[in-house]
């Protein structure tokens, strides 16, 4: 699997926007076959700080999103909104996406 930790510092001003801006890149990368999850959050230190988390279930499968026409869409306007150059951890793990925390449990009434 390859795991993809993307962090976007973007401009304070577009920063309320930026969820509904990815939104059709989102949803078409979430489409792809061997997309495993696409998550986004938002930093709750830093508001213009949004964080991607998605995974892929091969290295062919990671580059058939970069050599997708909505990632090519996507990149082509993000440098306008975007503050900074996004900081990424890139590896490739076992497994086939989320596993289960064995030291948390909720509990039962």
Known sequence: MIFIAVRFTVRPERAD???SLVEDFTRATRQEPGNLFFD???S????DRFVLLEAF???AAGEEHVNSEHFRTAMS???????ETPEIVN??????G???M????PTRD
């Open 57 to 59: 279930a091969s290295p």
């Open 40 to 42: 986004w959050s938002r």
């Open 44 to 47: 709750v230190d830093a508001p």
């Open 98 to 100: 989320w596993s289960r």
């Open 102 to 105: 064995a030291e948390l449990s």
């Open 91 to 96: 590896v490739e793990v076992p497994g086939e």
């Open 17 to 19: 926007e930026w969820l």
């Open 77 to 83: 306007w993000m440098p306008g909104v975007i503050a």
